[in-house]
């Protein structure tokens, strides 16, 4: 196995660089640090949904997911996006970091992506590093999702559990992020995804009796659940590509904000007999974690921390605007 704990740079990194020194950028904009945000195109206009379980609330049990959580090698998969505002284009620096919790430390493996986008036909014919884009943050997002899939499809440990800060569906990463749960279930790796912020009304559009009661499903299940429950399971399938297909629900491990967990369709029914202890086990690891402004499971917070770190050790500034990539990051970051 390829030893962890390490940075990797995407290939073309250095080679990017180099080719954007030459186009001198006028930088009109502060960077943006931002967290990518699917909800607008997480479910495909035409879809059907139907409920697996009965409504209703159900109690979670955090003993019982501290004891489950002992059997399972867990790792978590976060990312940081950092974005430059030029008068030639937009530049994208992306950390992916995943981070695995073995019984002595988090072991983390991280990745530096790095992309120019560009309207102009000229600054794309100097240069084979540079793209092309009509679209920045468009292409952005789907270059970012084939970035992630390649990664995760890399450095996730074989038999594990897998959490995932983001939607299963949406958008440029449906397609990417299928191919990825398909490999990964060939691993004996079981994916699971979290969204924390929702604007969704998914349920509350199509289950009769929430109709026109509620402002989205957040506020739905906001109200229906007490601290340590979780929602029914309900499927969403996309009517034109059954692949397109997921198991949700919401769970409230505090009083604040759901989040919803997401699980593909294959996951759920090759998993079955375990979903309701892993649930207990996530509902443990919020409570573990212990952050009531921003409850994540303790794995994704820090493969988010490392995300961050990264780019701040980077210089990404001075990456597009001088000469020379800091040398030997990965030794200087994680010791070789």
Known sequence: MTPLNKLVLHPSFKKTINEIRKVNLTITKNPI??????????????????????????????????????????????????????????????????????????????????????????????????????????????????????????????????FVDGPLIGGQITSYTLDLVEKLHKKGIIPIFFVKNSDSNLVTDNILELRNKFNSDMHWSYNQLKPGQRTNFVMYADEHNPKNAKIFCYLKAFNLSPQRIELHIDTYTNYRNKIEDIMDMIYFLLLVHGDKKNPQIRPIAIAEKYARDILRMADTYNLIKTSGLIPTMNQERFGG
């Open 33 to 162: 640090q931002e967290k990518l945000n699917f909800e607008n195109l997480t479910f495909p206009p035409k879809g059907k949904i139907r409920l697996i379980e009965d409504m209703g609330s159900i109690d979670l049990d955090a003993k019982n997911g501290q004891k489950i959580g002992k059997e399972y090698l867990l790792s978590g998969y976060d990312e940081s996006k950092l974005q430059y505002f030029s008068l030639e284009g937009s530049a994208y620096f992306t950390a992916h970091s995943l981070v695995i919790a073995s019984k002595q430390e988090y072991i983390p493996v991280n990745y530096l992506s790095f992309y120019f986008y560009t309207r102009s036909q000229k600054i794309k014919e100097n240069s084979s590093y540079i793209t092309h884009s009509e679209d920045h943050s468009a292409d952005s997002n789907r270059d970012y999702a084939k970035d992630r899939s390649n990664f995760l499809n890399k450095w996730a440990v074989d038999n594990s559990v897998l």
